[in-house]
Nanobody, 126 residues
Framework: QVQPVESGGGLVQAGGSLRLSCAAS????????MGWFRQAPGKERGFVAA????????YASDSVKGRFTISRDNAKNTVYLQMNSLKPEDTAVYYC???????????????????WGQGTQVTVSS
């Protein structure tokens, strides 16, 4: 399993927007839920959002609900994270990962995800 590759991070002012992409390989992409997590300096990796295999169902943390939207294009083996109304506290390295099982229960635990990418830095200035 090749690790996914995240892109789209950068420096943005508070209130701005960014769109992250995560390109994954393999014929089984459409069989697994995908998730976005983030990790700020000195903090543990935390859940941001997840999307079920078909894309019909999504789940986001309370801290980003209403501002971030996760989506996927199974034809392109890609998952996206549209981030609007960004805040300085959103500053972190953002990672995407694949659920370790084809049966995804809606878990927000990083331990239920594997095949982590290298991450992309998002910095929001005040």
């Amino acid at each position: 399993q090749v690790q996914p590759v995240e892109s789209g991070g950068g420096l943005v002012q508070a209130g701005g927007s960014l769109r992250l992409s995560c390109a994954a390989s393999g014929r089984t992409f459409a069989s697994y839920a995908m998730g976005w997590f983030r990790q700020a300096p000195g903090k543990e990796r935390g859940f941001v959002a997840a999307i079920w295999p078909s894309g019909a169902k999504t789940y986001a943390s309370d801290s980003v609900k209403g501002r971030f939207t996760i989506s996927r294009d199974n034809a392109k083996n890609t998952v996206y994270l549209q981030m609007n109304s960004l805040k300085p506290e959103d500053t972190a390295v953002y990672y995407c990962a694949r659920a370790i099982s084809t049966w995804y229960s809606g878990s927000a635990s990083p331990s239920d995800f594997g095949s982590w990418g290298q991450g992309t830095q998002v910095t929001v200035s005040s």
